[in-house]
């Protein structure tokens, strides 16, 4: 996946690749990818954004709620071990 960087405000550790398309229709649409470091977390589907902008503010809160989640949980995981 390559595209423009794009600052996504992810936490330290975070990354988000994403491959962006104009369609035919004039609409974006793409996926994303989320990795932890190295390793791939989570991928998703973007699907028809009106606008480049709108698709970029998509992908972002999409990353912010995954990468919550993933912290939220991974965080009452290791509670419920202690």
């Given at each position: 996946?390559?595209?423009?960087?794009?600052?996504?405000?992810?936490?330290?550790?975070?990354?988000?690749?994403?491959?962006?398309?104009?369609?035919?229709?004039?609409?974006?649409?793409g996926?994303?990818?989320?990795?932890?470091?190295?390793?791939?977390?989570?991928?998703?589907?973007?699907?028809?954004?009106?606008?480049?902008?709108?698709?970029?503010?998509?992908?972002?809160?999409?990353?912010?709620?995954?990468?919550?989640?993933w912290?939220?949980?991974?965080?009452?995981?290791?509670?419920?071990?202690?």
């Amino acid at each position: 996946m390559t595209q423009d960087p794009v600052d996504f405000n992810l936490p330290e550790g975070w990354t988000c690749r994403l491959d962006l398309k104009k369609t035919l229709e004039g609409t974006y649409a793409g996926e994303a990818e989320l990795r932890q470091g190295r390793v791939q977390r989570c991928v998703f589907v973007l699907t028809q954004q009106p606008s480049r902008e709108a698709a970029l503010e998509r992908v972002r809160s999409r990353a912010r709620y995954f990468v919550d989640e993933w912290t939220t949980r991974r965080r009452r995981g290791s509670d419920s071990q202690a």
